[in-house]
């Protein structure tokens, strides 16, 4: 399965930790997703991601995961 990620999930360590494992960097590619705007939440130390004309959010594409990836990710 192939996931977006943005915000503190493009920094490699903390996606090691988060995952639990290195992910090859075949398996990482640069994305963009158009019209969202990254913003930290209210709730706390994290990025969320808010549907927002004419912006645009970087981010990765972290491809090949499995379900217990996804699961951490989740």
Not at 27 to 39: E, G, H, L, P
Not at 58 to 73: I, Q, T, Y
Request: hydrophobic share 40%.
């Amino acid at each position: 399965m192939d996931i977006f990620v943005f915000g503190t999930l493009r920094c490699g360590t903390l996606r090691k930790i988060v995952l639990g494992r290195d992910i090859s960097y075949d398996d990482i590619c640069r994305a963009t997703i158009k019209d969202f705007q990254v913003y930290w939440a209210k709730e706390g130390p994290f990025p969320v991601m808010i549907p927002e004309s004419n912006s645009k959010t970087h981010g990765l594409v972290l491809k090949n995961l499995g379900e217990p990836d996804v699961e951490r990710l989740n």
